[in-house]
């Protein structure tokens, strides 16, 4: 058997349905690794034990086979961790192969205090966070400062590091004024004792975990967290999270060397949706936000914050098809779609500014800001459909409007073969071309 490595990454601006596809993937793995992120992403998972959101963690966990790792670059809240395993182990999920890199970051709660302050002080120009102190401990990370997850196996050394952290922080922050609860140990001892107890077994090395799966053939997932458009790097900066979310970001944070990997499957839905602030030219007309919004529910999963909703748009995709190069992609939420045609794709943007068309996705989101789409419906080709095909499984039983609509965003991933057609939240919900 030959190794396999499989990354699996938002298109957009996450919430495009990763969960599902990790979930589906998992069926037939022998690894799933989170390389990156923290609770800030909410991964939805519907299937035969319940409905999910994990936040941390890996989506391997409903298959009692895989080795879930969680990777060195995660910004990771041992609370938040806590909490899964316990919403976990209430629905009788096994979690036994849950490995955490001793390589990954510690979020706390004074990152979360920093985050809102942070937020707070950038004013009309805010990031629109999910205040769950990512930014903040990815600069202590930067800084070389930060707490490392390692630190869960000796307890009095973590108090003491904390300890010192928290002195230079209240320093800096608050030379003389109050200082609040989040910047004294006390405040974690608890929490963190228990998650020394729990956690601090599953600390391992992870790096020679995943070597002993390259080297005996294993068929490993890389599971993406927010999407290509959210990358502290090639995304929509500043409005992007503090981490890698591409391709290239998963492998170095999951330690997959370019030789042993095999593919990369973007996820795409069939409408577009953002939270935070930000560009977001493809947005649709309000009442037709609300509606898909109700429908898809297109609600944040970790914050609960209404979705922004839009039309497809393919000059972010093709962008993010520039970035990636994904060999794969997957289309999501179609039947979500249903009945609401005319159906509209973003193909270019209008700059009012020099009143020029574009098809080329700009390098800073102040353009993007400005940008108004330039919408089609190909000439009145798409009218969309009426027909309900919620969990069909087979190409024949898709409505023909739906798949010509399909066949009208092929330009926007190019060189990507279409694996996969949702049709439905469930885990069986979807035509499988080629996962
Ligand atoms: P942060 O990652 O909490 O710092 O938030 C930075 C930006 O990324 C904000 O616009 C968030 O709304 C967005 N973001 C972070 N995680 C997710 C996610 O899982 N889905 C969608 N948007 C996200
Ligand atoms: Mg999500």
């Given at each position: 058997?030959?190794?396999?490595?499989?990354?699996?990454?938002?298109?957009?601006?996450?919430?495009?349905g990763?969960?599902?596809?990790?979930d589906?993937?998992?069926?037939?793995?022998?690894v799933?690794?989170?390389?990156?992120?923290?609770?800030?992403?909410g991964?939805?998972?519907?299937n035969?034990l319940?409905?999910f959101?994990?936040?941390?963690?890996?989506?391997?966990?409903?298959?009692?086979?895989?080795?879930?790792?969680?990777?060195?670059?995660?910004?990771f809240?041992?609370?938040v961790?806590?909490?899964?395993?316990?919403?976990?182990?209430k629905?009788?999920?096994?979690?036994?192969r849950?490995?955490i890199?001793?390589?990954?970051?510690?979020?706390?709660?004074?990152?979360?205090?920093?985050?809102?302050q942070?937020?707070?002080?950038?004013?009309?120009e805010?990031?629109?966070?999910?205040?769950?102190?990512i930014?903040?401990?990815?600069?202590?990370?930067?800084?070389?400062?930060?707490?490392?997850?390692?630190?869960?196996?000796?307890?009095?050394?973590?108090?003491?590091?904390?300890?010192?952290?928290?002195?230079r922080?209240?320093?800096?922050y608050?030379?003389?004024?109050?200082?609040?609860?989040?910047?004294?140990?006390?405040?974690?001892?608890?929490?963190?004792k228990?998650?020394?107890?729990v956690?601090?077994?599953?600390?391992q090395?992870?790096?020679?975990?995943?070597?002993?799966?390259l080297?005996?053939g294993?068929?490993?997932?890389?599971?993406?967290?927010q999407g290509?458009?959210?990358?502290v790097?090639?995304?929509?900066?500043?409005?992007?999270?503090?981490?890698?979310?591409?391709?290239?970001g998963?492998?170095?944070a999951?330690?997959?060397?370019?030789?042993?990997?095999?593919?990369?499957?973007g996820?795409?839905?069939?409408?577009?949706?953002?939270?935070?602030?930000?560009?977001?030219p493809?947005?649709?007309?309000?009442?037709l936000?609300?509606r898909?919004?109700?429908k898809?529910?297109?609600?944040?999963t970790?914050t609960?914050?209404?979705?922004?909703?839009?039309?497809?748009?393919?000059?972010?995709?093709?962008?993010?098809?520039?970035i990636?190069?994904?060999?794969?992609?997957?289309?999501?939420?179609?039947?979500?779609?249903?009945?609401?045609?005319?159906?509209?794709?973003?193909?270019?943007?209008?700059?009012?500014?020099?009143?020029?068309?574009?098809n080329?996705?700009?390098?800073?989101d102040?353009?993007?800001q400005?940008?108004?789409?330039?919408?089609?419906n190909?000439?009145?080709?798409?009218?969309?459909?009426d027909?309900?095909?919620?969990?069909?499984?087979?190409?024949?039983?898709l409505?023909q409007?739906?798949?010509k609509?399909?066949s009208?965003?092929?330009p926007?991933?190019?060189?990507?073969?279409?694996?996969?057609?949702?049709?439905?939240?469930?885990?069986?919900?979807?035509v499988?071309?080629?996962?």
């Amino acid at each position: 058997m030959t190794t396999e490595v499989i990354a699996v990454v938002g298109g957009k601006w996450g919430d495009e349905g990763k969960g599902k596809i990790i979930d589906l993937l998992a069926e037939n793995a022998d690894v799933v690794i989170r390389p990156t992120g923290g609770a800030n992403a909410g991964h939805t998972i519907k299937n035969h034990l319940g409905n999910f959101a994990n936040h941390l963690m890996p989506g391997g966990i409903f298959n009692p086979d895989v080795d879930n790792i969680i990777g060195n670059n995660v910004a990771f809240n041992p609370q938040v961790f806590l909490s899964e395993l316990d919403t976990l182990h209430k629905a009788s999920v096994p979690t036994e192969r849950v490995y955490i890199s001793p390589r990954a970051s510690l979020t706390l709660g004074f990152h979360q205090y920093l985050d809102g302050q942070q937020e707070q002080s950038k004013g009309d120009e805010y990031v629109g966070t999910t205040k769950q102190g990512i930014g903040p401990t990815y600069m202590d990370k930067a800084e070389r400062v930060g707490l490392r997850t390692s630190l869960l196996k000796d307890p009095s050394l973590l108090m003491n590091c904390l300890a010192k952290v928290l002195a230079r922080k209240t320093a800096l922050y608050f030379p003389r004024g109050e200082v609040p609860e989040q910047f004294k140990p006390e405040y974690y001892e608890e929490m963190l004792k228990e998650a020394c107890q729990v956690l601090g077994p599953m600390v391992q090395d992870t790096d020679r975990i995943i070597n002993c799966h390259l080297d005996k053939g294993s068929r490993i997932i890389l599971e993406g967290a927010q999407g290509t458009l959210l990358d502290v790097t090639y995304g929509t900066y500043p409005n992007v999270t503090s981490s890698g979310c591409t391709v290239m970001g998963l492998m170095e944070a999951a330690k997959i060397p370019p030789q042993n990997f095999s593919r990369s499957i973007g996820v795409f839905k069939a409408y577009d949706t953002k939270v935070g602030n930000g560009g977001f030219p493809s947005r649709m007309s309000d009442d037709l936000e609300a509606r898909i919004r109700e429908k898809g529910q297109e609600f944040g999963t970790t914050t609960g914050r209404e979705r922004m909703v839009g039309w497809f748009d393919g000059v972010a995709a093709e962008y993010a098809q520039e970035i990636n190069r994904f060999t794969d992609w997957v289309l999501l939420k179609g039947d979500v779609l249903t009945g609401e045609g005319p159906i509209y794709i973003c193909r270019q943007y209008h700059d009012p500014k020099v009143g020029f068309k574009t098809n080329q996705f700009p390098l800073e989101d102040r353009d993007l800001q400005r940008y108004k789409p330039s919408l089609v419906n190909d000439g009145d080709l798409l009218p969309g459909w009426d027909e309900d095909f919620q969990g069909a499984t087979k190409w024949e039983d898709l409505p023909q409007e739906f798949i010509k609509y399909v066949s009208s965003l092929f330009p926007h991933v190019p060189g990507a073969r279409l694996a996969y057609i949702g049709t439905g939240p469930r885990r069986e919900d979807g035509v499988n071309l080629f996962l």
